[in-house]
């Protein structure tokens, strides 16, 4: 089993910037990798980014890049999301979710999910 526990959302103005973390226990080294999905109100769920726990290849949803970016701490088992630039449109709950397969993109493709932060950008 693996848990994961995301902090650092919040309230903030457009193009604010904040950092999302999720840290990870149990036994995370069942997993390969680690991702950020984000859903709206009345959305799917979006995938966001991903990184292995080694680190190296990031992924991240073409509309987001440039502005989001993803870090893992493998020593401390944490994984990071960077959000600069923010937009009202960026306003969603934020999840962490772990999975073990490689490069995955949807949400069915990861079997353990954190409970979400929230993320409100306001104008």
């Known amino acids: 089993q693996v848990t994961l526990v995301e902090s650092g959302g919040g309230l903030v103005q457009v193009g604010g910037s904040l950092r999302l973390s999720c840290a990870a226990s149990?036994?995370?080294?069942?997993?390969?990798?680690v991702g950020w999905f984000r859903q709206a109100p009345g959305k799917d769920r979006e995938f966001v980014a991903a990184?292995?726990?080694?680190?190296?290849?990031?992924n991240y949803a073409d509309s987001l890049k440039g502005r989001f970016t993803i870090a893992v701490d493998n020593a401390k088992g944490t994984v990071y999301l960077q959000m600069n630039s923010l937009k009202p449109e960026d306003t969603a709950v934020y999840y962490c979710?772990?999975?073990?397969?490689?490069?995955?993109?949807?949400?069915?493709?990861?079997?353990?999910w954190g409970q979400g932060t929230q993320v409100t950008v306001s104008s």
């Open positions: 149990g036994r995370t080294y069942s997993t390969y990798s």
């Open positions: 979710a772990a999975t073990k397969l490689r490069a995955v993109f949807r949400p069915d493709e990861y079997a353990y």
């Open positions: 990184i292995p726990w080694s680190g190296g290849n990031t």
